[in-house]
């Protein structure tokens, strides 16, 4: 198997600010005019890796990437819960402040847990298949497109799963809307660092990948050489 420089790295960055996420996802902030998941400013980092782990290596090594990321998710999901939930001595005074936190509703969990890997397949796919009917040109077309599909997908799911029935119905859908429209507003504003990181990856790597006799099913775990 070919031996990757930076591939590793990219991994563990994905990896880390999938789990940052995680615990700052409650965390709201005004935007403007939108009251918004403090993850709106960061999140869409995460994309901006996949669309380069996509770009460069392919569709299947970022498909293992993100089941790699899902695995740690739900991994780091459960550890949350036990922290927040086990007893503590009474000179502890935090126990409140850890169960504010780590005490992530099951709900909202699963939620993200779908939500990541559904936006993360579907974002790579579109790019995937963008990068081949393109020839490779207009990257910003290809990290844009997949990112208003990919997460599009992350926050409809997150927020039925997670949320609908807690908010009300118009709440709901101005939140849905106003997530998904920031989210893809900053990978737009980030097209120059992506267009720079990947031009440096490919340059690093030697790597082009085109994903042209790909098996796409997001369940299965081959990675060609």
């Given at each position: 198997m070919k031996h990757y420089k930076l591939l590793g790295l990219l991994t563990a960055l994905n990896i880390a600010f999938q789990l940052v996420s995680d615990v700052t996802a409650g965390k709201i902030i005004q935007l403007f005019i939108f009251p918004v998941s403090?993850?709106?400013?960061?999140?869409?980092?995460?994309y901006?890796?996949?669309?380069?782990m996509t770009e460069v290596y392919g569709y299947a090594r970022a498909r293992l990437v993100t089941w790699l990321t899902?695995?740690?998710?739900?991994?780091?999901?459960?550890i949350?819960?036990?922290?927040?939930?086990?007893?503590?001595?009474?000179?502890?005074?935090?126990s409140e402040a850890y169960a504010t936190v780590f005490g992530i509703i099951p709900r909202v969990l699963i939620g993200g847990w779908i939500a990541v890997f559904a936006g993360d397949i579907l974002n790579n796919y579109v790019l995937a298949k963008m990068k081949i009917w393109t020839k490779g040109k207009y990257l910003w077309m290809r990290t844009i497109g997949s990112t208003i599909f990919g997460q599009g997908a992350n926050t409809i799911l997150f927020y039925m799963i997670a949320?609908?029935?807690?908010?009300p119905a118009n709440?709901?859908?101005?939140?849905?809307?106003?997530?998904?429209?920031?989210?893809?507003?900053?990978?737009?504003?980030?097209?120059?660092?992506?267009?720079?990181?990947?031009?440096?990856?490919?340059?690093i790597e030697g790597e082009d990948y085109y994903d042209t006799d790909t098996d796409f099913n997001p369940f299965s775990f081959k990675v060609k050489d």
């Open positions: 403090v993850t709106v400013l960061y999140f869409p980092i995460v901006i890796i996949s669309d380069v899902l695995l740690s998710s739900v991994i780091a999901g459960i949350y819960l036990i922290v927040a939930y086990l007893p503590s001595p009474e000179f502890f005074g935090a949320l609908s029935g807690i908010l709440v709901l859908v101005i939140s849905i809307l106003s997530a998904w429209f920031l989210k893809v507003v900053v990978e737009a504003v980030l097209t120059p660092v992506t267009y720079y990181v990947v031009h440096k990856v490919k340059q």
